[in-house]
């Protein structure tokens, strides 16, 4: 398996756009992960699916943040509209036992 | 809820000398404590894992931490250091007996000098 599979690895945008990250987990893996790591505040979990459910999302800063997991293989951070507050290397993780697989993140900059 | 405190930002070390790292979380239940290892510009490896058992646990790369519970702590050491162990880590905790949701440290950069 390629592993846990992000898109893009760079993102460099306005503020007040559209941002979408992109997430491929693990073949067979039943949770999902999406973390936010910033100097400032370290590893940070913003929402866990399991089962393609979003069970909990108390992470998820503001309303300008959704995710969606339409399917086992594929889920999507979007933040709408973006800020430069939100710059920062955003983590899909899946899992099926105890331990988590990571992506190689995406590294946002909002300008 | 758990969290987890990491007590040092930043350790540098030479090459061949022995480190710990320091791990302590809080839980009001029982709980796995986990350390990760993040390498540049690269997501988070898992190093090894307390499940239950044996206290002391050990990675492939010569890595231990030793579970205590009466000092909630899970500190990561290695007897001698490479310059490739150069990196972030990060201890993690996950509520034992449920969904496995690991809440991580702020982490440790170990920078370890030649």
């Known amino acids: 398996d390629a592993g846990v599979i992000q898109s893009p690895r760079h993102e460099v945008t306005e503020m007040g756009q559209e941002v979408t990250l992109r997430c491929k987990p693990i073949s067979g893996h039943n949770s999902l992960f999406w973390y936010r790591q910033t100097m400032m505040r370290g590893l940070e979990l913003l929402i866990y699916?399991?089962?393609?459910?979003?069970?909990?999302d108390s992470g998820m800063p503001e309303d300008r943040f959704s995710a969606k997991m339409p399917n086992a293989s594929f889920s999507t951070l979007k933040i709408q509209p973006s800020e430069p507050r939100d710059s920062a290397v955003y983590f899909c993780a899946s899992s099926l036992g105890f331990e988590a697989f990571f992506g190689q993140g995406t590294r946002l900059t909002v300008v | 809820a758990q969290s987890v405190t990491q007590l040092d930002s930043q350790v540098p070390v030479f090459e061949e000398a022995p480190v710990e790292l320091r791990c302590n979380y809080s839980s009001s239940v029982s709980v796995y404590l986990f350390w990760y290892v993040q390498y540049p510009n690269q997501g988070l490896q898992l190093l090894l894992k307390?499940?239950?058992?044996?206290?002391l646990v050990e990675s492939i790369n010569g890595f231990e931490a030793e579970f205590n519970k009466s000092q909630t702590s899970f500190h990561l050491r290695k007897p001698s250091v490479h310059i490739s162990d150069t990196a972030e880590y990060f201890c993690?905790?996950?509520?034992?007996?449920?969904?496995?949701?690991?809440?991580f440290g702020r982490g440790t950069s170990l920078i370890v000098h030649p």
């Open positions: 699916f399991n089962n393609n459910v979003p069970i909990d």
């Open positions: 307390y499940l239950s058992g044996s206290t």
């Open positions: 993690a905790v996950s509520r034992a007996g449920g969904s496995y949701i690991p809440t």
